[in-house]
């Protein structure tokens, strides 16, 4: 029994999305049992240390150098053997971490991992905006941030299960168990397709069709959809192959298409979703639970896995609008809300005093916060607010942070440029996680009022700036960013009106050959067998057979204005082009041919 191809299309992106979960594990599970004494006697890192400070940003700035590298060969290597490639490195990363248990074999894991990691993060979005569709791309991204935030979630509270244990056990379970998913996907990684849009930007096409036939209808190579989907796609990168001649220098080139735009909004939204204080608020829970009255160990346990869980929980809500409200309407709603929740907060410390920095080991002081200082009761307070802001965080720019950047760029520059946004991301990451310890010390509670002041500032510019992508395909996205679907220039990219342009002229072909064939007493006037037949979507052999056919009196008139045209719209978005797609040049020209033949033949 053959799968439903909706179904195999989200267990797909699920399987990948594993790389997510090992991601997020491997942090949470490293923040947990550095804690753990018997896990700082066995590899010699003490609290404060320069060593202990070193171990998550060695990890991230790995993260950062990887993920810009991938982007780099991902195109050269492919996005499944790229998968196979970050999966071993997690493997041998987590294996170093526990084989000799000591300094030099811990950041020489750490290292390797945070490899892996920054991989996994530019790769998986990737993979999956190139084989989802326009309709559910969005829930198909969301997935990975959901496997981001449940890897979070299971490692703090598996770390809150072991911690009890009066062994070396207490920290090896949470760390050995980073083999499992690693091992899973080993395994499963040789099951998973190669993405279609790579295969044809390397000309393998009949495995890109064979490939995008199994994704979207079965295995049915004949499908109407997936012949336009395909034809399309082959259209997109046959046309961006004669543009990008230096793919990594042309995300800085403004041109037609606006690509340095597109690099500075997909850089941005990174940063943006570092700079609304989301790690910093996270990492800052556990001391925030102390001055309550929950001290130590418990705290970070307790408060990173109540955080954890909220954004899971909230993160897994996603799916039932990603795909139908619009990606700005998301984020702008999400930074009013976490700048309104930032505000709040600010307030309440502002008026309890509240120095949390006291509390963290290494830039505050040795004395604790007293009631005086910062009532239990306001400190339940400021915790209800940030889990608030937690909630909106994961219900806008958590999963549209990964989701956008991922759909915003053409085929020949998507792998650079995902490579190039995803190292941002963790460099803005590996800067908040330095200043804010800084800043929560020197101005205290004025730290929130930056963060809700960049909050509200990323709402602003996501309105001035961020066009909307929501049900529009890859190929049409292009449409977006060059002005095409606003500006009717000659020299502007046509792509998205192509393939329906090209069934237009097919079927004037088929009309005016019937009209002919009805003045003629030799055939029948109506033959609905055989031209049901030939009003199917051609395959895109016989797409490229129409193009350059320029003799027949049928096509000559109409083929002249395709030359600047590549790309199909996909069925969600073709309802919106109509209005304008009435006064182009395509249909008009399209329907004098139909004129001038009909007028031919009846002289």
């Given amino acids: ?63 950062s150098v990887a993920s810009f590298m991938a982007g780099l060969v991902a195109d050269i290597l492919g996005r499944k053997r790229l998968f196979w490639v970050a999966a071993i490195l997690h493997f041998i990363g987590c294996i170093t971490e526990l084989a000799d248990q000591n300094y030099a074999s811990f950041f020489t894991g750490r ?6 990691e920054g991989v996994f993060s530019m790769l998986i979005p990737l993979y999956q905006s190139e084989i989802a569709k326009p309709n559910n791309r969005g829930r198909l991204i969301t997935l990975y941030q959901i496997f981001v935030t449940l890897g979070f979630c299971i490692s703090f509270w598996l770390s809150f299960g072991t911690f009890q244990i009066k062994s070396h056990q207490s920290w090896k379970i949470p760390l050995a168990t980073q083999l499992i998913p690693s091992g899973i996907m080993l395994l499963g990684i040789y099951f998973i397709p190669e993405s279609p849009r ?37 259209q997109d990168v046959s046309f961006d192959k004669m543009v990008y001649k230096q793919k990594f220098w042309s995300l800085l080139d403004k041109g037609n298409d606006n ?37 130590e160990i418990y705290s970070i346990l307790l408060g990173n896995g109540a955080g954890g869980a909220v954004n899971f929980i909230a993160t897994v809500l996603v799916l039932f609008y990603i795909d139908r409200w619009g990606r700005r309407k998301i984020l702008i709603v999400g930074g009013l809300a976490m700048g309104s929740c930032m505000v709040a907060i600010t307030i309440i410390s502002a008026i309890f005093n509240q120095q949390l920095i006291n509390n963290v080991p290494g830039y505050g002081s040795e004395d604790r916060i007293t009631e005086d200082e910062f009532t239990i009761e306001s400190s339940f307070v400021v915790l209800a607010l940030i889990c608030v802001f937690i909630a909106f965080f994961a219900f806008s720019w958590g999963p549209i942070g990964w989701l956008y ?21 963790y460099l803005s990451n590996l800067l908040i996680s330095v200043v804010s310890p800084i800043m929560f010390r020197d101005i205290v509670w004025g730290t929130y009022i930056f963060f809700a002041v960049m909050c509200f500032s990323m709402a602003i510019i996501v309105h001035l700036f961020y066009p909307e992508t ?18 009717q220039r000659p020299d502007a990219h ?12 097919e079927q004037i072909q088929h009309q005016n050959k019937r009209d002919r064939m009805a003045r003629d007493s030799h ?25 350059n056919n320029r003799t027949s009196h049928d096509t000559v008139g109409a083929v002249s204005h395709l030359q600047p045209i590549i790309r199909p719209p996909s069925s969600s978005s073709s309802s919106s082009l109509q209005t304008r797609r009435s006064s182009s040049s395509i249909e008009l020209s399209l329907r004098s041919s139909k004129r001038r033949n009909s007028d031919t033949s009846q002289v």
């Fill in 494 to 505: 046509h792509p998205a009106t192509a393939a329906e342009a090209l069934i237009l002229l």
């Fill in 405 to 425: 950047p991922a759909e915003i760029y053409p085929q020949m520059i998507r792998a650079n440029a995902m490579g190039v946004t995803t190292s941002f991301s």
């Fill in 198 to 234: 790579w295969l044809i930007y390397k000309e393998r096409n009949a495995e890109a069709l064979s490939i995008l036939a199994y994704l979207r209808s079965r295995g049915n190579q004949q499908d109407a959809q997936v012949q336009m989907e395909f034809t399309g796609i082959v």
């Fill in 259 to 295: 690509n340095r735009k597109r690099t500075l909004l997909g850089i941005g939204i990174h940063v943006f979703t570092q700079l609304s204080g989301i790690n910093a608020i996270l990492f800052y829970l556990p001391y925030i639970l102390q001055s309550a009255g929950i001290y």
């Fill in 470 to 487: 929501r049900g529009r395909s890859l190929e049409e996205i292009q449409l977006i960013f060059s002005g095409a679907l606003i500006d």
């Fill in 111 to 116: 290292i390797l991992n945070g490899f892996s």
């Fill in 1 to 63: 029994m053959k799968l439903n191809s909706q179904f195999r299309l989200y267990f797909i992106c699920s399987f990948v999305s594993l790389g997510g979960f090992m991601y997020r594990y491997d942090s949470g599970v490293i923040i947990t049992i550095m804690d753990m004494p018997s896990f700082q006697e066995v590899y010699s890192l003490k609290t404060g240390t320069p060593a202990y400070t070193a171990v998550l940003p060695v990890s991230l700035a790995a993260s």
């Fill in 523 to 547: 055939y029948p006037v109506n033959a609905p067998g055989e031209w049901s037949d030939n009003l199917e979507v051609s395959s895109p052999h016989n797409v490229t057979r129409v193009l």
